[in-house]
């Protein structure tokens, strides 16, 4: 079988990118192979489960950008799917006035990230919230939420599936060959340019070698 696209990973980075580029173009032939017998096994499965808020992030930067947009993304995919997420909220506490500077830093940022109910609350109002933390002042973020990533996922997975794609688990990539002449090269990068990234011209101009 040949694809036009494999992906190497299914964590939430390589399933969501799987997923893009079957929305984006259906007759793409797209694979993703990921060496464990599931989904989500390493990082994706393993991290806090924090929908974050893009509150730190530089604002007009693409770590902003990027953080702010799959936030949005992020939750209509759950809301679509009816995954169950919480938006919480976080506070963000100084932990001594040396660190109020950077407080109101982190503030500034969220203000101008546009994001939206951040309020400043005292040493009280922080007990109250979070018994468990102790400073002197703090930030309330109300669009901070929590998720279960694996399930997010799994959902990716499935419905990639669903549009065509294939997943091959228990699949190690264990090495890369050219496999592309010079003439073959830019005909190939012609005929994707409408979804290009730097990363998929990487993954289409290589030829994998498996295990199964
Ligand atoms: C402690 C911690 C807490 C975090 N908390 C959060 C959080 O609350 N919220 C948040 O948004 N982000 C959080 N993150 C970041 C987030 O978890 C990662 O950015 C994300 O999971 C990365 O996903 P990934 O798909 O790149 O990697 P992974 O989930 O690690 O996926 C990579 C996959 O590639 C597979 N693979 C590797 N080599 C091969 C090979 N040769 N052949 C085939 N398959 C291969 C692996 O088996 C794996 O399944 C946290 C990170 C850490 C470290």
Redesign the pocket.
């Given at each position: 079988m040949k694809y036009d696209v494999i992906v190497?990973?299914?964590?939430?980075?390589?399933?969501?990118t799987a997923l893009q580029l079957k929305k984006m173009k259906p007759t793409l032939q797209v694979l993703v192979?990921?060496?464990?017998n599931k989904?989500?096994?390493?990082?994706?499965?393993?991290?806090?489960?924090?929908?974050?808020s893009g509150i730190y992030y530089k604002p007009g930067s693409l770590k902003a950008k990027n953080c702010i947009d799959?936030y949005h993304l992020l939750i209509d995919f759950c809301k679509e799917q009816n995954i169950p997420y919480d938006l919480c909220g976080k506070i963000i506490v100084a932990t001594s006035e040396s660190e109020l500077t950077a407080l109101d830093t982190i503030y500034q940022r969220g203000i101008e990230n546009k994001l939206e109910g951040l309020r400043y609350i005292n040493e009280k109002e922080i007990k109250a919230i979070e018994p468990h933390t102790a400073g002197v002042r703090g930030i309330v973020v109300p669009q901070t939420g929590?998720v279960d990533?694996k399930v997010v996922?799994q959902k990716y997975a499935e419905v990639f599936q669903h549009l065509g794609g294939e997943l091959k688990l228990n699949?190690?990539?264990?090495g890369v060959k050219s496999a592309m002449s010079l003439l073959q090269l830019p005909l190939m990068l012609a005929a994707l340019m409408p979804i290009l990234l730097l990363i998929v011209q990487a993954c289409i101009a290589i030829k994998l070698l498996l295990i199964p």
């Amino acid at each position: 079988m040949k694809y036009d696209v494999i992906v190497v990973g299914a964590g939430i980075v390589g399933l969501a990118t799987a997923l893009q580029l079957k929305k984006m173009k259906p007759t793409l032939q797209v694979l993703v192979v990921e060496k464990e017998n599931k989904v989500a096994a390493h990082q994706t499965g393993n991290n806090s489960g924090v929908i974050h808020s893009g509150i730190y992030y530089k604002p007009g930067s693409l770590k902003a950008k990027n953080c702010i947009d799959g936030y949005h993304l992020l939750i209509d995919f759950c809301k679509e799917q009816n995954i169950p997420y919480d938006l919480c909220g976080k506070i963000i506490v100084a932990t001594s006035e040396s660190e109020l500077t950077a407080l109101d830093t982190i503030y500034q940022r969220g203000i101008e990230n546009k994001l939206e109910g951040l309020r400043y609350i005292n040493e009280k109002e922080i007990k109250a919230i979070e018994p468990h933390t102790a400073g002197v002042r703090g930030i309330v973020v109300p669009q901070t939420g929590i998720v279960d990533y694996k399930v997010v996922a799994q959902k990716y997975a499935e419905v990639f599936q669903h549009l065509g794609g294939e997943l091959k688990l228990n699949t190690k990539v264990i090495g890369v060959k050219s496999a592309m002449s010079l003439l073959q090269l830019p005909l190939m990068l012609a005929a994707l340019m409408p979804i290009l990234l730097l990363i998929v011209q990487a993954c289409i101009a290589i030829k994998l070698l498996l295990i199964p």
